[in-house]
């Protein structure tokens, strides 16, 4: 089992950036998939990135392509998203997410709060 720790949330104005990082403790990261998801209000929590740390791929939900991007930094046991040209509609709770290799993403973190002012 993996313990995560999200931050980097906050409140920024539409085009403006934010970088979140999720810390994991517990569990061997090397070997699993991390992801990122989101939940705005009277929505469901949707898919937003992941990244294998063993290889470094990447996948990305379309509405996020070519503004955010997933990193994993294995020695410090944290995934990065750097998020650009943020938008009103990435405004949500942003919630980090680990895979062990076969199995599904069990493990989540308690999220963090993205806010973009139009």
């Known amino acids: 089992q993996v313990q995560l720790v999200e931050s980097g949330g906050g409140l920024v104005q539409a085009g403006g950036s934010l970088r979140l990082s999720c810390a994991a403790s517990?569990?061997?990261?090397?070997?699993?998939?991390m992801g990122w998801f989101r939940q705005a209000p009277g929505k469901e929590r949707e898919f937003v990135a992941s990244?294998?740390?063993?290889?470094?791929?990447?996948t990305y939900a379309e509405s996020v392509k070519g503004r955010f991007t997933i990193s994993g930094d294995n020695a410090k046991k944290t995934v990065y998203l750097q998020m650009s040209s943020l938008k009103a509609e990435d405004t949500a709770v942003y919630y980090c997410a680990a895979a062990a290799l076969g199995s599904g993403y069990n493990d989540w973190g308690q999220g963090t709060q993205v806010t973009v002012s139009s």
């Open positions: 517990g569990g061997s990261f090397s070997g699993y998939t």
């Open positions: 990244t294998w740390l063993r290889s470094g791929s990447t």
